[in-house]
Nanobody, 125 residues
Framework: QVQLVESGGGLVQAGGSLRLSCSAS????????LGWFRQAPGKEREFVAA????????YYADSVKGRFTASRDYAKNTVYLQMNSLKPEDTAVYYC??????????????????WGQGTQVTVSS
């Protein structure tokens, strides 16, 4: 199993930046595919970004492409989400998630087995 703990959320003005961190503990960090999701009040949890294991490919939702960057630091067992040019519509609770599957739908929360507790990001206009 792996335990995930997010940090780095906060309040920022539109156009600003934040970097979220997700620290992992437990089994080998490199064995996991990692994802970032977010959930705004009254909305379903939605895909933001993913980093696959081994080949280390990254994928992004269209709504954040070009503004957000996901990365992984194996030495620190941590995954990051750098968020630039933030917009009020980016306001949500952000979650990191993990799975050890060979095949999965990276956009689907149901395909991730482990979740952090979430961190609030609020972007003011």
């Amino acid at each position: 199993q792996v335990q995930l703990v997010e940090s780095g959320g906060g309040l920022v003005q539109a156009g600003g930046s934040l970097r979220l961190s997700c620290s992992a503990s437990g089994r080998s960090f490199g064995s996991y595919n990692l994802g970032w999701f977010r959930q705004a009040p009254g909305k379903e949890r939605e895909f933001v970004a993913a980093i696959t294991r081994a080949v280390e490919r990254t994928y992004y939702a269209d709504s954040v492409k070009g503004r957000f960057t996901a990365s992984r630091d194996y030495a620190k067992n941590t995954v990051y989400l750098q968020m630039n040019s933030l917009k009020p519509e980016d306001t949500a609770v952000y979650y990191c998630a993990a799975n050890a599957k060979l095949r999965y739908n990276r956009d689907s929360p149901a395909d991730y087995d482990y979740w952090g507790q979430g961190t609030q990001v609020t972007v003011s206009s």
